[in-house]
């Protein structure tokens, strides 16, 4: 598949177009994909980031068509800003899991009350959908029928959509990278679970939310699943009695990544020592934190 050109409009099977949003960028692959399910009555699924032109470009894919539905896959910045627009515009009812905090575990809530941010894509803090949805709903269309799969691990209120043998997987399953896991919204625990669950599915195409599509959603999950163990094998093995800043363990886990990704890598180690620490394998001290130092149990 080559790249598509924002704003235009792509067939990617029955009942399912993508318009790809203009926010091409490290963390974005080509950009936001955002998909309209349907016809006649529509949903939208993930309209990205706050943009006049992909704006336009959506409701000229939809002209002469009826939004009904916007649902949002996870409350970051290049996925659902654009939502409360796009109502605005077309009356649709916006689904979501809930604000952008809702599903963090107590260890989560408590490193945001300390002042962590996410990193990353950054935080639609505004949002708030006008439907809470949860895992096992089902969201329903004139023409189409949309299972909610709750799949916390790359944001602790990230959901998948399960339209027949096509799973609409936002940000935790794509082709050309593995997803970044950050916290407080990230959790690597969850991440590995619901990588698990989403291989039993059995389904035969994943959309994602950045890049192509993923026309053998199992093999690519059985490698985000190794990838993830070794990097976990590799930070603790990197990890002694010595007490080590995250950055430190950063440079000697991360050793072929480019500079100007380091900051994201850093990220995904600091979800990986929360685990360990959690699982009573590491100590933080003095505390939990990404200031912290660890060391090996």
């Known amino acids: 598949m080559g790249k598509p050109q924002a704003g235009h409009v792509r067939t990617v099977g029955d009942g399912i177009r993508c318009v790809l949003a203009p926010n091409p960028g490290m963390m974005t692959h080509w950009g936001t994909n955002s998909y309209i399910v349907g016809e006649g009555r529509v ?13 336009d ?33 077309t009356g649709a009812a916006v689904l979501g899991f809930g604000p952008p905090e809702a599903g963090r575990n107590a260890t989560m809530q408590g490193l945001a009350k300390a002042g962590l941010a996410g990193g990353g ?12 949805i949860s895992d096992g709903d089902v969201v329903n269309g004139e023409d189409w029928q949309l299972e909610v799969i709750h799949s916390p691990g790359h944001f602790a209120g990230h959901l998948a959509f399960r339209m027949d043998d096509v799973v609409f997987s936002g940000d935790h399953v794509m082709e050309w990278s593995s997803s970044l896991v950050s916290p407080p919204d990230g959790n690597v625990r969850d991440f590995m679970q619901t990588s698990e669950r989403l291989a039993r599915l059995g389904a035969r195409r994943f959309l994602s939310g950045h890049g192509p599509d993923i026309l053998e959603p199992e093999e690519r999950l059985s490698w985000l699943i190794k990838h993830r163990q070794a990097r976990a094998d590799a930070i603790l093995d990197a990890l002694n009695t010595s007490r080590q800043s995250v950055e430190k363990i950063t440079r000697k886990v991360y ?11 850093s990220r995904n180690v600091f979800a990986h020592l929360i685990d360990l620490v959690e699982r009573g394998w590491a100590t933080a001290h003095p505390e939990l934190g990404l200031s912290a130092r660890f060391s090996r149990n």
Not at 44 to 55: A, Q, R
Not at 57 to 84: F, K, M, Q
Not at 121 to 132: A, C, M
Not at 255 to 265: H, I, K
């Open 43 to 55: 949903a939208v699924i993930d309209p990205g980031p706050e943009d006049e032109s992909h704006l």
């Open 255 to 265: 050793t072929d990544t480019p500079a100007a990704m380091l900051p994201a890598a």
């Open 57 to 89: 470009a959506i409701l000229r894919a939809t002209a002469g068509e009826h939004v009904t539905h916007i649902l949002i896959t996870h409350a970051h910045a290049d996925h659902s800003p654009l939502a409360r627009t796009l109502a605005g515009s």
């Open 121 to 132: 894509e950054g935080v639609d803090s505004l949002f708030r959908p006008d439907n809470q």
